[in-house]
């Protein structure tokens, strides 16, 4: 049996996943070749490795945890464990269930959904595997929310977050020229980066330093959802999952205050930094959704520092990723709106996605 991991250069998550297949390895009586290791930097060779994000486990040449209609790409991939929390690796017992099953050469059955979905039609959260494919623009069509450091665009952007979560507004482009100036590019041209590959929106079509309405999670106009945060100002978030995500991007409590879109009827939660949440009613769910396709935008250009980007999440999901008081509601709405394709989620699996989406963001610094 031939095993493959594959990973960007320094993949935080890479030595968990070695681990726990060794360990897999020895549980399950497989016999395995050394595990051989590549290293990916670039779109093609993520491509060409098959890999869905890192780490990507291969085994014998297949990808047992891939949703095939998933992108390839560079960002950090989440995998789903026993109980429904996301990780960066699969979990032991997953591991094992891949290598009998490749063993046998059949189908991997374990992976399938054990339980299928409950009869409200929430997600539970329980399915071992990828972040499903409608959370694609969330998370910036698979290509992450983290910047790319090079040419200064980590660095403005985590200004760009910083401010919001300080005043609740951008900071001023004086500011964001200053942190531009040591990379030797004007602010304009990594804010217009910025806006092509969806870190961030701009009034002005990504021409020059434009306003900035939205930089993920926050908004700069008023939303669905209202974020107090501890200490700090009132926020809005572009859509559920970002005002879930918001706390543990800043180590800092929150109170997200919302309203059903088909009834009216409040829905608040109360995120610790910690990642502990309280909401209210005890029965609201999330329902995560995206439009089939935007006709009115045009598609933000990849880079190749960040490839993947597709159009803008503004524009094709933030509007329809929203707070219901119940899966029943969720439903009625989602009947309502055919050209919306989603999924409803419980509220285990919607903080985690916004955890894993964007608590990163400003714990990964810029070097320079």
Known sequence: ????????????????????????????????????????????????????????????????????????????????????????????????????????????????????????????????????????????????????????????????????????????????????????????QVLGELHAADFLRLDDDGRGAGQILAAYPFSASATRHRVQIDGGPAVFAMCAIDALGIAAMLGRDVRITSADPHDGRPVTVEVTAAGQACWSPASAVVYAGQQAACDTCPPAPAQASAPGARSAAAEVCCGYVNFFADSASARTWAEAHPQVSGQVLDQQAALQLGVAIFGPLLAETDPQ
């Open 1 to 188: 049996m031939k095993l493959v991991m594959v990973t960007v250069p320094d993949c935080p998550n890479a030595p968990t996943l070695e681990r726990r297949l060794l360990k897999a390895l020895d549980e399950s009586g497989v016999q395995a070749a050394a595990i051989e290791r590549r290293t990916v930097s670039d779109a093609g060779q993520a491509a060409r490795w098959q890999m869905r994000g890192s780490p990507t486990l291969l085994i014998d040449g297949r990808d047992p945890f891939a949703d095939p209609a998933m992108a390839t790409g560079l960002a950090c991939r989440m995998y789903r464990d026993e109980q429904g929390r996301l990780e960066g690796a699969p979990s032991v017992p997953a591991l094992v269930a891949a290598l009998r099953h490749a063993l046998d050469g059949t189908r991997h059955q374990a992976l399938a959904h054990t339980g299928g979905p409950d009869p409200n039609g929430v997600v539970p959260g329980s399915v071992p595997g990828s972040v499903p494919v409608w959370a694609d623009a969330l998370g910036r069509a698979d290509a992450g929310r983290a910047a790319p450091v090079e040419g200064g665009l980590r660095a403005v952007h985590q200004q760009v977050l910083r401010g919001f979560a300080a005043t609740g507004a951008a900071p001023p482009v004086a500011e964001l020229t200053r942190v531009a100036a040591p990379y030797g590019v004007s602010v304009e």
